[in-house]
């Protein structure tokens, strides 16, 4: 048997999945699997995968169709699924395609490394149960100890929202807040290691430590993150408009380590959306939430997401979307085409709106916010910009790092400027990202 392992792990959906990504390498890698790009050379596969609309879904099945030829090469190969489609699918996933040697649920993470010992013994396993809360708290799978210049902290697990449309409270379980010690640890030991920026990361951040006795709740999490030596910046996401409580909304006035961005999903333009949907906010609402917002740090960068062709979605309801993202001025948007789960409640409503028809609505929202994204980043042009410098960028001359408000920006530079917080001047501005120049301090210096 050869000494090193290969494995090839692919990462579909979320950030959530990203960051469990990240975990599964790290504990496969105490087996002795080191990471691959090619699925060739590989000795173990890993599909991390997501179901939020069923496009995301059905990738799954197309890669899976790939690696069939793989395997029949090499019989040693084990192939896994693990994410919200192997936790949907369960034990289906193994009688649907044969040569799938394990399935791990997105509470079975700390089983991974047991399963694929197993199934180099030649067993096939599924683990997808549902773990109880308390358990859960202990099982919370921990980041390794790197120090990328900005990394993503899981502070949470699951939703109890069941916004109708949507899967993940069914694939991700209840609601769950990670320890503040566990948390805070993690963090001090990634500042130790050299990391600068940290995005708290949850399905409704703002609901932090509220259903758990004895917890701090989330604004005064972010305040002593902020606390923590070696730590410049500090992001969450996501959040939840109808939990943004007027304490989360001062923390962009009182810590100046708070990045001045948010991304706050309002779905919808349109009251009666928005209440089909059970978001729990009208759009009354959420412009007073946004408008408190901007008082509190008058620069502040908004995005979000939007979905279109929900069921009932009338063309008046659609306009007020669209008017929605005049209104608010959005820095950028992810939006979708409803998609159909068959395990939410909104598989039940009447489906009105012809696919033709929100194909047409997505591509005028899509045109509407390229339009608004591009006219902020030119407004931008001419500003000196403090940017956290992540790495060079895809052209090798330059480096690249984000604004305060999370604009890409790419600048001539060198390698020592990494992990530097240094003074950028916008020089031109594209859909996607900013190019700058490096500004010399008043004294010469480059502050770190
Ligand atoms: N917890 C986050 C969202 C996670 S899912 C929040 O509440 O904001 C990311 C996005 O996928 C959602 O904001 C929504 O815009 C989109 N989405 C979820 N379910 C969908 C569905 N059935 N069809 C289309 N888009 C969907
Ligand atoms: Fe889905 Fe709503 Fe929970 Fe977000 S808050 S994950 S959209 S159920
Ligand atoms: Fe997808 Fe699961 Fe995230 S469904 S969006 S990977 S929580």
Redesign the pocket.
């Known amino acids: 048997m050869k000494n090193e392992k290969l494995l090839y792990l692919e990462t ?6 990203v960051s469990d990504s990240e975990k599964i390498a790290s504990m496969l890698g105490e087996i002795g699997y080191s990471l691959t790009e090619s699925h060739e050379e590989a000795d173990l596969i890993i599909l ?6 069923a496009k ?1 879904e059905q990738k799954l099945y197309s890669l899976l169709g790939r690696f069939r030829e793989l395997k029949k090469r090499n019989e040693r190969l084990i192939v896994g699924v693990g ?3 192997a ?1 949907k699918e369960g034990r289906r996933l193994l009688r649907k395609v044969p040569f799938v040697n394990i399935v791990f649920g ?1 509470h079975n993470l700390h089983l991974v490394a047991d399963m694929v010992s197993a199934a180099e013994q030649g067993h096939r396993l599924v683990h997808v149960d549902f773990i109880d809360n308390d358990t859960r708290l202990d099982l919370f799978p921990k980041a390794d100890g790197g120090g990328a210049v900005a990394r993503f902290v899981t502070i949470m697990q699951g ?1 109890d929202n069941y916004c109708t449309y949507c ?2 409270p069914y ?2 379980g209840r609601e769950i807040s990670r320890r503040s010690e566990d948390i805070l640890d993690e963090i001090r030991t990634m500042a130790a290691n050299g990391t600068r920026e940290v995005t708290l990361l949850g ?1 409704n951040v703002n609901s932090y430590g509220l259903k758990s006795p004895g917890e701090c709740d989330f604004p005064r999490l972010l305040h002593t993150v902020a606390s923590i030596d070696g730590i410049e910046r500090i992001r969450f996401t996501t959040s939840h408009p109808k939990d943004l409580s007027p304490s989360l909304v001062s923390c962009f006035a009182e810590i100046p380590k708070l990045c001045g961005h948010i991304h706050l999903p309002a779905q919808s333009g349109s009251d009666a959306v928005l209440a089909g949907m059970e978001r729990g906010y009208t759009r009354g609402d959420y412009l007073a939430k946004i408008e408190a917002l901007k008082k509190a740090r008058p620069d502040i960068q908004i995005t979000g997401d939007i979905i279109v062709g929900f069921p009932g979605e009338s063309e008046e309801d659609f306009q007020q979307t669209l008017s929605l993202l005049r209104e608010v001025e959005y820095a950028d948007q992810f939006s979708f085409i409803f998609s159909v789960r068959k395990e939410t409640r909104a598989a039940g409503f009447a489906d009105t709106v012809p696919y033709r028809e929100k194909q047409e609505r997505l591509s005028r929202l899509q045109q509407l916010q390229k339009g608004i994204t591009l006219e902020r980043n030119r407004s931008l042009v001419g500003t000196v910009q403090e940017i956290l410098v992540e790495g060079k960028s895809r052209k090798g001359d330059q480096m690249f790092g984000r604004t305060d408000g999370n604009r890409i920006v790419n600048f001539t530079g060198d390698s020592s400027l990494a992990a530097r917080i240094v003074p950028v001047r916008i020089t031109r501005a594209f859909q996607n990202s900013l190019l700058g120049e490096l500004q010399n301090e008043p004294g010469g210096g480059i502050h770190a």
Request: glycine letters at 8%; a positive charge; hydrophobic letters at 35%.
């Open positions: 579909f959906g979320c950030q959530m999945n991390n995968t997501c179901s939020i609309r995301a994410g919200c489609v936790q997105t939703c899967i993940v694939v991700r399905q």
